[in-house]
């Protein structure tokens, strides 16, 4: 019914950027809360950043003035600017969103299957 696919990825070194990009597709009427989240090696998923359809953003504390989130509600696009990259900001990366597809009024949570992020000390 949906499908989120994310991109951008890969190795840097600490002090670098990334662009992380997530599209969603699929028959898709309407895209609600739009998100990225984080999974550590060893660790549990994480919150990192959430935006409205409205544009409200949200972060996680430890990556506040260092990322940024924003989407594109034309393209069912969320994005993830990734600046002064730090060795703990490793992990993979998954894009995250609320949405109704033409098959269902309700509201479904779907995810994507991650991009992976090393950052180099």
């Known amino acids: 019914q949906a499908q989120l696919v994310e991109s951008g990825g890969g190795l840097v070194q600490a002090g670098g950027s990334l662009r992380l990009s997530c599209a969603a597709s699929?028959?898709?009427?309407?895209?609600?809360?739009m998100g990225w989240y984080r999974q550590a090696p060893g660790k549990e998923r994480e919150l990192i950043a959430i935006?409205?359809?409205?544009?409200?953003?949200n972060y996680a504390d430890s990556v506040k003035g260092r990322f940024t989130i924003s989407r594109d509600n034309a393209k069912n696009a969320v994005y993830l600017q990734m600046n002064s990259l730090k060795p703990e900001d490793t992990g993979v990366y998954y894009c995250?969103?609320?949405?109704?597809?033409?098959?269902?009024?309700?509201?479904?949570?779907?995810w994507g299957n991650g991009t992976l992020v090393t950052v180099s000390s």
């Open positions: 935006i409205t359809g409205g544009g409200r953003t």
């Open positions: 699929g028959s898709i009427t309407s895209v609600n809360v």
């Open positions: 995250n969103a609320d949405l109704r597809t033409r098959f269902s009024s309700d509201l479904m949570n779907y």
